[in-house]
């Protein structure tokens, strides 16, 4: 719809396209993390929407996916940039628009590998089966 519309192509073509389903797996475990620690702190069902939205409408905000980081205080910035979110978004950047390949957003992969790390060790011990 991209090309057809609005004359969109991605920079490296069927490359780009593969190297951004290998980004979007990285995000769905990265996110799947945190959809296993939510019900885990959740003592109500009806708590988990509310849990949810308080994680992840902030990332929104702060990932530059609205907005540009750079027109946030320069604390905020800090803390923005090392959010799951913001590094996703910007590694998408990186290979979409800028034709960079998965090696050149080592950053922003390691970054969500350590994410990935803290957020299943956190599962491993809240996980309850009930």
């Not at 991605?10 to 475990?29: D, R």
């Not at 993390?33 to 992840?56: H, Q, T, V, W, Y």
């Not at 750079?70 to 590094?87: D, N, Y």
Request: proline share 3%.
């Amino acid at each position: 719809m991209g090309y057809f519309v609005f004359n969109f192509t991605l920079a490296n073509g069927l490359v780009t396209l593969l190297s951004m389903l290998v980004l979007s797996l990285f995000g769905i475990i990265v996110f799947l993390g945190f959809g296993l620690i939510i019900p885990g702190i959740s003592n109500d069902e009806n708590n988990i929407s509310a849990i949810a939205n308080l994680i992840m409408i902030p990332q929104l905000f702060l990932s530059g996916a609205f907005f540009q980081i750079e027109v946030f205080p320069v604390f905020v910035q800090h803390i923005a940039r090392i959010l799951p979110m913001t590094l996703l978004n910007e590694a998408f950047k990186k290979v979409a628009f800028e034709g960079l390949s998965l090696a050149d957003c080592g950053y922003q992969i390691a970054g969500m590998l350590v994410w990935t790390i803290i957020l299943y060790a956190i599962d491993v011990k809240i996980f309850k089966w009930e």
